[in-house]
Nanobody, 123 residues
């Protein structure tokens, strides 16, 4: 199982930016996809973005498309989520996850999860 550790959350004003990082345990991830999910209080965990490790192909939810960018650094075994033009509705705990189901978007299809990092966007 992949060990994942997120960092980079915090408090930011609406319109601002944050970059989240997800450091993965040592290993090769060529068969993996990495993703970011988020969960707001009282809501279900929702898909945000996914990147296929081997090709860097990406996918985004409609709610973040054009504002968020997912990327990965192969040398550092790290996945990033650059979040721009943040809105109060982006407030949530953000989770990094890994799967061998490379086109997955459902939380149930991801077997490895980080502990989460809080992102709060004030209006």
């Amino acid at each position: 199982q992949v060990q994942l550790v997120e960092s980079g959350g915090g408090l930011v004003q609406a319109g601002g930016s944050l970059r989240l990082s997800c450091a993965a345990s040592e290993g090769t991830f060529s068969n993996y996809a990495m993703a970011w999910f988020r969960q707001a209080p009282g809501k279900e965990r929702e898909f945000v973005a996914r990147i296929r490790w081997s090709t860097s192909s990406t996918a985004y939810s409609d709610s973040v498309k054009g504002r968020f960018t997912i990327s990965r650094d192969n040398a550092k075994n790290t996945v990033y989520l650059q979040m721009n033009s943040l809105k109060p509705e982006d407030t949530a705990v953000y989770y990094c996850a890994a799967t061998t189901k490379i086109f997955a978007t459902r939380p149930v299809d991801f077997g490895s999860w980080g502990q989460g990092t809080q992102v709060t966007v004030s209006s």
